[in-house]
């Protein structure tokens, strides 16, 4: 690994943090479940299958358009469930806190955390605060772990995509990173842009049941966006996936905040989006359930998998060309999540 | 609730803490699970009974005498477990670094959580990565969340406590605190004091094999101490518990320590400490369980349970006396896990 110290690239969710996950962590804590470096863990138990997940929350700001921490930090977990086709059922709620933080917005945050999980139909059944002295956080960070069943003969993963899959989102990509940096920054835009936070889990049991066997990989393109994501089911199912620029479904607001920031949408966070590969002759019907429902209106084919011998992420430009979408490398945007 | 800001008595897990738990979190999240304010969460999934829990640590230094930030990590969130008759299974494993933070230091961090989870044979199945600016953290805090299954009979819980009952320790108290405290202030004393960090899995498996049913409470005094958990247990249950001063368990060095920096043990943080309420009928056999075990060789009772209009917690003192033990108040020791 390069140099001796964390750098902020190490938690993008791109190259070096891969380099840090599989150098440090694989190499110390290597078992069969961590192995899978899926967005959450498959346990058995007796008597049923779980999926099991963590995420820490850092956002900077704590509260932007279209969301706040805690609402995140229960989306996330939700989500990272949702993607190995489990029904979340139980999460809990880790708090750290700065001395000095204001109890009016610890209290929207956990306000906000009530209705979010209240929403998705998840409990918080355990909670933990921490407290530290000012200077030595920066006003609260949450981490949410979650459990939740999969279904008997539910099977989707990262390392399924097949060769003549199509590779399916549900809807515009960019929105929580730019949602997020815009208000960090302080950037007036013509159009606020909203972060896309939302609960998945609904969207991903409606589009499992309308997909059966034929839906291959759910996976949600959060830190590092979709091509970072891409770049994972690609490598972990050994395909190469062909994204078509032109299908690709980006807001007027952020495609404008993009140039402005010179930001690439594909390489920007999202925290309600959803990428499905499934089997084409299944995919009209993913297709009907996704825009069946609110958050998956915009649902569209924006590409497909073909076998290679190098895996890999393509884009097809608009004017013709093809352009390899690596991982994300180096830190674009810190504390997006 | 006192001012508006948060303090670090927020997090001392004694009174402020309770304050907040109940005025901010259980207000807004109110559910049977929740509720019951135990260590760990009891959750019914088809076919079986888990524990399920959270715990962040920000413990400074994150290297101290007798461990360290990722063995304690483990050991911290296994006990929580254990405390519900639970056999710790699984672990997730959130990691906030400080931009910054040494790679060295990071490693021999996750090669005591590899070490801590490969004695206790648990796993950790999945983990997450946040990197913030320098000055926005210190170095490095870690969340644990874990879930464990509950054998089918197994019934022990804070709620639990009956008058008539004895209260068994199983060893020294106040050594977790003392081992971070003595490190942090520099403080050279003629004896080295190490912290008691330790798996309590086997322990409490051991104790419940004896005991049976007539084990009631199993509880660890970490944030707070023996004082702090025996005032929740009483309240919890509805019952006074009367401790005799002369048969409280105090290593010489913790002693000269405390009576040094001006503290009281019995508020002092444990970390592989251990409170078992039983029948007194069984107590002979747990007690011969416990000290069986490593970790329990010095086992022994410490006092008894009384039926009381209003619950608390006395001390009967070396000197004839009785005096009101409360939970904690204020912030004795910030950052102590």
Known sequence: MRGDRVQLDHGSGGEASQELVCDIFLRRLRNDYLEK?????????????????????????????????????????????????????????????????????????????????KEADVKIVAGDTKVVPRGHADRIFINTAGIGIVPPGVRVGADNAQPGDVVIINGTIGDHGLAVMTRREG???????????????????????AGGPGLHVLRDPTRGGVATALNEIARLSGVRIELAEKDLPVAPA???????????????????????????????????????????????IIGKVRAARRPGVLLKTRVGGTRILSMLTGEQLPRIC
């Not at 498959?42 to 099991?52: E, F, H, S, T």
């Not at 950037?187 to 049941?209: F, G, K, R, V, Y």
């Not at 089997?279 to 825009?291: F, K, S, Y």
């Open 187 to 209: 950037l007036a835009l013509e159009a606020e842009i909203h972060s896309d936070s939302a609960p998945l889990n609904a969207l991903t049991e409606a589009a499992l049941q």
């Open 254 to 300: 952020v495609e404008s905040a993009c140039e402005l920031l010179g930001l690439d949408p594909l390489y920007v966070a999202n925290e309600g989006k959803c990428l499905l590969i499934a089997h084409p002759a299944g995919a009209p019907a993913v297709l009907e359930a996704l825009r069946g429902h609110p958050l998956g209106h915009g649902a569209r």
């Open 37 to 117: 470096m899926d967005d959450s863990a498959l346990v058995d138990l007796p008597g049923c299958r779980l999926a099991m997940t963590t995420d820490s929350y850092v956002v900077d700001p704590i509260f932007f358009p279209g969301g706040d921490i805690g609402a995140l930090a229960v989306h996330g977990t939700i989500n990272d469930l949702s993607m190995q086709g489990a029904r979340p059922m139980f999460l809990t709620l880790g708090l750290i806190l700065e001395e000095g933080f204001a109890l009016e917005d610890l209290k929207r945050v956990i306000d906000s955390v009530a209705t979010a999980s």
